[in-house]
């Protein structure tokens, strides 16, 4: 059954670009799976919310849309909907600052400030944009306070981010009266909309751009961000600063800022959870009488006792010396996983006491070759 994207989005028909975004944003915002997680249903409402909003944000898909019918949209209409070349914003994060790896791997700069099918003359909101910070592996054990420098674009400081030349009239283009877009139509198949020659997109009577921008409002720079990673951060989590994305057009709202954590790999450490594993090694003496020896930890060198008799392959424990976990603050633990290292050369006494150690044992010496070369 075809289903109304106007209805499934509560809006009009004559609903603007805006309105559009805005019931979009409320509801994937309501229905989203990890808002929802004990409502199966929500993730193909969300599904259906998302497949209404690629079509009517699109202008050239709407007025199929619109053409065509309900049927249209879901498949069943005389033409197929060619593919938009317009990305929709992933759906909103959730509230937290802090996000594990795994959603939102697709976060980018994302084109939500203006757009030729929305343009106008409005305010626009900021695109969230996105920035890759590598930090080392005791960074991310212990935290870290830095400063990024982030591109963006920014208000241009000659019209205000109004886009219109100082003391010139806020005039609209004549060929498209300020959408930005224009209908163009070809022999054979449907009318479509493309960007007015004209204004470049802007809605904006050339003769009355800003020069700085060309219309635009917006001009490339940087912005020095403080960002705090809190210890126990993992490899791919996300960090969202709230209103650190592009600013808005026309005074609308700022994007916001998601840095994502790289964290460098360690020549000693591996990281599993909040656990932290390294090797060691110990001699065959350590090993067979027991000893105190000295092990790497996050925090420097740490004494560990081995028992004798112990084995290669044997793990031991150092409780509290591992991750701190990221909402508990409580610390993991570290294993270290224990080699014994034969001695590749011996002396000929070497070798003699370590023939009376075998018998002395009671180790079964017919097996041991080095008389048997003699």
């Not at 209805?7 to 409320?26: F, G, N, P, T």
Request: net charge neutral.
């Amino acid at each position: 059954m075809p289903v109304d994207y106007y209805k499934l989005l509560e809006i009009d028909h004559d609903a603007s670009q805006a309105d559009v975004k805005k019931a979009y944003r409320r509801l994937a915002r309501k229905y989203h799976p990890d808002a929802n997680k004990d409502d199966p249903s929500a993730a193909d409402k969300f599904r259906k919310i998302k497949e209404a909003f690629d079509i009517l944000s699109d202008p050239l898909e709407r007025d199929k849309y619109d053409h065509y019918g309900p049927a249209y949209g879901s498949g069943g209409g005389q033409e197929p909907p060619a593919k938009s070349s317009y990305s929709a914003p992933p759906p909103p994060p959730t509230s937290e600052d802090v996000f594990s790896p795994g959603p939102y791997d697709d976060i980018r700069q994302v084109p939500r400030q203006g757009t030729p099918q929305s343009s106008g003359m409005g305010p626009q909101p900021g695109a969230d944009l996105r920035y890759d910070l590598e930090i080392t592996f005791e960074e991310s054990i212990f935290g870290l306070e830095t400063e990024i420098y982030v591109p963006i674009m920014s208000e241009c400081n000659i019209c205000q981010g109004t886009g219109i030349r100082p003391g010139a009239p806020q005039v609209p283009c004549r060929y498209c009266n300020g959408r930005g877009e224009v209908r163009q139509e070809s022999y054979g198949s449907m009318a479509g909309f493309v960007i007015c020659e004209n204004c470049q997109g802007t809605g904006i009577s050339p003769e009355n751009l800003c020069y700085n921008c060309q219309g635009s409002g917006r001009n490339q720079s940087q912005r020095s961000v403080y960002v705090k990673v809190p210890p126990g951060v993992e490899n791919g989590a996300r960090l969202r600063i709230r209103g650190m994305g592009e600013p808005g057009s026309r005074g609308g709202p700022p994007g916001d800022l998601y840095v994502m954590i790289y964290v460098l790999e360690h020549d000693q450490f591996e990281r599993h959870g909040d656990e932290i594993l390294c090797e060691t090694t110990v001699t065959i003496l350590q090993a067979a009488l027991g000893a105190e020896i000295e092990v790497p930890t996050i925090d420097g060198k740490a004494k560990m006792k081995i028992p004798p008799g112990t084995q290669t392959g044997t793990i031991f424990r150092l409780r509290g010396k591992g991750v701190p976990n990221i909402h508990t603050t409580q610390r993991g633990d570290q294993h270290v996983k224990v080699t014994v290292v034969t001695p590749s050369k011996l002396s000929r006494n070497g070798k003699e006491l370590l023939w009376k150690f075998g018998k002395e044992i009671g180790e079964d010496m017919s097996s041991i070759l080095w008389r048997k070369k003699r």
